[in-house]
């Protein structure tokens, strides 16, 4: 049975559209416009036990909204959804024990507090046996390496520290699921590839279903093997990662050093140049052009250093991004 079940899940947003000037503010008084923004729009996918899913998208694709549809933070216009067995929106005691959600640019723990206090009050909340709590207190302390500041009051912390903090509260009742929302957002590239390593861990020992959504593609990368690409509210693609890159990853990069310069005139003919210095150039080659085209290029040109570079994962979700959206037609508003 599938941890997440969703079937044509619609969120619709509607606001009121305000004219400048005065006479156009009166006229609000009476009669205003409604704009309808649809966020999610007729979603559907499964979620099995035991996954890391990445949801990708840009700025206002739906990623966020459909966080908060499945944890039942938010209500849908139309569509249904089943999360560890519950509709999520109805917010049972019973189904809001079995998840977690963390939100990178929010903090749920109390902020004059000391972590250990909020712990504890989570304790409370979840009504978690004091042998069980002591137990998963120092289990998660010791994995997310917080013995030493877990009396430090939270706004003393380094944004990393209280991240750690952050997961280590919302993990103290076990959940089975857990949404992340930007969990490494603003931090340093040092505390992104902790917090990785120790979700990534938390995830082998235990088995938790991890739903992710992030800019940084090295969360992504890190920790997901399977992505739902969502735009404009819709999913566009749902598969691995790998099979995202090789689909789309039409090319590699040459990149080349050279013991002389080399005029830009010379390296035509091996492919599309997207560098040309005097000493060094890239050339972008099909993948299936490559050994040939390097062959070619150490023959015919002073090459004194040659390397292949894949395109990134980050590279092509950004490519696909900027292809829909110079797409005409691409769905925005609904009036």
């Given at each position: 049975?599938?941890?997440?079940t969703?079937?044509q899940?619609?969120?619709?947003f509607t606001?009121?559209?305000?004219?400048?000037?005065?006479?156009?503010s009166?006229?609000s008084f009476v009669r205003?416009?409604k704009v309808?923004?649809?966020a999610v729009?007729?979603?559907?996918?499964?979620?099995e036990?035991g996954?890391?899913?990445?949801?990708l998208g840009?700025?206002?694709?739906?990623?966020?909204?459909?966080l908060?549809?499945?944890?039942?933070?938010l209500?849908?216009?139309s569509?249904?959804?089943?999360?560890?067995g519950?509709?999520?929106?109805r917010?049972?005691?019973a189904?809001?024990r079995?998840?977690?959600?963390?939100?990178?640019?929010k903090?749920q723990?109390?902020?004059?507090?000391?972590?250990?206090?909020s712990?504890v009050?989570?304790r409370?909340?979840?009504?978690i046996?004091?042998?069980?709590?002591?137990d998963?207190l120092a289990e998660?302390?010791?994995?997310f390496d917080l013995?030493?500041i877990?009396?430090?009051?939270?706004?003393?912390?380094?944004?990393?520290?209280?991240?750690?903090?952050?997961?280590v509260?919302?993990?103290?009742?076990?959940?089975e699921?857990?949404?992340?929302d930007?969990?490494t957002?603003?931090?340093d590239?040092?505390?992104?590839?902790?917090i990785?390593?120790?979700?990534?861990e938390?995830?082998?020992r235990t088995?938790?279903?991890i739903?992710?959504?992030?800019?940084n593609?090295?969360?992504?990368?890190?920790?997901c093997?399977r992505v739902?690409l969502i735009?404009?509210g819709?999913i566009?693609?749902d598969?691995t990662l790998?099979k995202l890159?090789?689909?789309h990853?039409?090319?590699?990069?040459i990149?080349?050093r050279f013991?002389?310069?080399v005029a830009?005139?010379e390296?035509?003919?091996?492919?599309?140049?997207e560098?040309?210095?005097?000493?060094?150039?890239?050339?972008?080659v099909?993948r299936?052009?490559v050994?040939?085209v390097?062959s070619a290029l150490?023959?015919?040109?002073p090459v004194?250093d040659?390397a292949?570079q894949e395109?990134?994962a980050?590279?092509?979700?950004?490519q696909?991004i900027s292809?829909?959206?110079?797409t005409?037609?691409?769905?925005e508003?609904?009036?």
């Open positions: 049975m599938p941890v997440i969703a079937d899940l619609t969120r619709v606001t009121f559209r305000k004219q400048e000037g005065l006479a156009a009166v006229r205003r416009d309808a923004k649809t729009d007729h979603i559907s996918f499964r979620i036990a996954e890391a899913v990445g949801f840009p700025n206002g694709a739906g990623k966020t909204t459909t908060k549809l499945l944890s039942g933070i209500h849908p216009t569509g249904v959804a089943e999360v560890l519950h509709t999520p929106w917010r049972e005691g189904f809001q079995r998840f977690a959600l963390v939100m990178g640019q903090n723990l109390w902020w004059d507090l000391p972590a250990r206090d712990f009050l989570n409370d909340i979840y009504q046996p004091e042998g069980q709590f002591r998963k998660l302390t010791g994995l013995t030493d877990a009396d430090e009051p939270l706004r003393k912390l380094s944004l990393g520290q209280r991240m750690k903090c952050e997961l509260g919302s993990l103290l009742h076990s959940p699921l857990l949404f992340l930007e969990p957002i603003g931090l590239v040092v505390a992104q590839r902790r990785r390593e120790y979700l990534r938390y995830n082998r088995g938790i279903t739903i992710l959504t992030s800019h593609m090295q969360d992504i990368e890190e920790l093997r739902l735009d404009h819709r566009v693609y598969d790998q890159v090789e689909e990853a039409t090319h590699k990069l990149r080349l013991d002389r310069p830009p005139a390296l035509d003919g091996f492919g599309a140049v560098q040309a210095e005097e000493w060094r150039a890239s050339i972008r099909p299936a052009e050994p040939p390097a150490l023959s015919k040109l004194a040659l292949i395109i990134t980050e590279q092509v979700l950004r696909l292809d829909r959206a110079e005409p037609g691409a769905p508003e609904a009036e």
